[in-house]
């Protein structure tokens, strides 16, 4: 199996509401426009990948339901590897969405009786990817992707969207520790505070702060990137495409400010449309970014 990036955790499907505001208690509001469609972080990344032009799988759970099906045959149209999923009677995961005007969003997520999958739900034997991202929301399986992958010297990416249970358990065995604001303020209270203490255990850190750029930490290197400028109406799935895209780049062996870049254009870009599927750059769309 010739993949360039492999994606391992969560998969749902997102109902996107464009609402003026979010609703207050027991207030009744109606929605400007809906657009629905598959997301999850690591799904979300694959496709990412896919449209930018390589090679990409993902492998996780999503239930024979029809939001399963929809997402299934959606990944398949964008040209993503769908060999590593597993398929079972539980409920595909499902978020609703309700996004303002400004971009703000609010989300809710139903896993209902859905678990992780186990260690060996999925066999990986003579799977070798150039590059390996996780989402942290299939430990086990990831725990034990990671062991052997180890050994084999191929790159590992961890998007850190929060504190669970998953991230803990891989964000010091990764190269690199991709994460949110929302995970450096519940792990130190603050961004500064989280880079030092992360950078202590991990080879290479990055902390992306939305509209106000990231910052970063190699070794004893440290540095700063602001974001790029666009008109944001939509931040659903934003930190998705940037850690695709900063996969893609390490693919690509970029040096490090540039795929910094090259993953933040692609964060910027999904920003200008709803939904996180729709908003994924495409290649084309990337590059005119880059080159601007």
Same mark, same amino acid.
């Given at each position: 199996m ?5 994606c391992?955790?969560?998969a749902s ?5 464009s609402?003026?505001?979010?609703p207050a208690?027991?207030?009744k509001?109606f929605a ?9 972080p690591?799904?979300?990344?694959a ?5 930018l032009?390589?090679k990409a799988?993902f ?15 959606e990944?398949?149209? *964008?040209?993503?590897n769908?060999?590593l =999923? ?7 995961? +499902?978020? $609703?969405? /309700?996004v #303002?005007a400004?971009?703000?969003r609010?989300?809710i ?5 859905t678990?992780p999958?186990?260690?060996e739900?999925?066999?990986? *034997?003579g799977i070798?990817?150039?590059v =390996?991202?996780f989402d942290?929301?299939?430990?086990q +399986?990831s $725990?034990? /992707?990671? #062991?052997?992958t180890?050994?084999?010297?191929i790159?590992?990416v961890l998007d850190?969207g ?7 358990a891989?964000?010091e065995?990764?190269d690199?520790?991709v ?7 519940q792990f130190?209270?603050?961004?500064e505070?989280a880079?030092t203490?992360l950078?202590e255990?991990s080879p290479?850190?990055?902390i ?28 659903t799935g934003a930190g998705?495409a940037?850690h ?9 062996k970029?040096?490090?400010l540039?795929?910094?870049r090259?993953?933040?254009a692609?964060?910027?870009l999904?920003?200008?449309?709803i ?18």
């Open positions: 010739n993949i360039d990036v492999l391992v955790g969560h499907y997102d109902l996107v509401f609402v003026a505001h979010h208690e027991d207030e509001i400007e426009s809906l657009v629905s469609c598959g997301g999850g690591a799904a979300n990344a496709v990412t990948v896919a449209k032009g390589f799988a492998s996780g759970y999503l239930g024979q339901d029809i939001y399963g099906e929809k997402h299934y045959q990944l398949r149209q *964008y040209g993503v769908t060999d =999923i597993i398929r079972g009677t539980s409920p595909t995961p +499902l978020s $609703t969405v /309700l #303002k400004d971009g703000k609010a989300l997520n139903y896993k209902g009786e678990r999958l186990l260690s739900a999925i066999d990986f *034997y070798t990817p150039k =390996i991202l942290g929301h299939e430990p +399986l $725990t034990s /992707l990671l #062991k052997r180890q050994s084999e010297k790159p590992t850190a929060s504190v669970h249970e998953g991230t803990l891989l964000m065995q990764v690199y520790l994460c949110s604001e929302k995970f450096a303020r130190a209270g603050d961004q505070t880079l203490r950078a255990n290479t850190v990055v992306t702060l939305g509209e106000r750029g990231l910052i970063w930490q190699r070794g004893q290197e440290r540095g700063v990137l602001p974001a790029f400028s666009v008109n944001a109406i939509d931040t998705d940037f695709g895209a900063f996969a893609a780049a390490i693919v690509l970029m040096n490090w540039d795929a910094l090259y993953a933040s692609a964060g910027a999904c920003c200008t449309k939904g996180a599927r729709s908003g994924l750059p495409s290649k084309e769309e990337h590059r005119a970014l880059l080159e601007r």
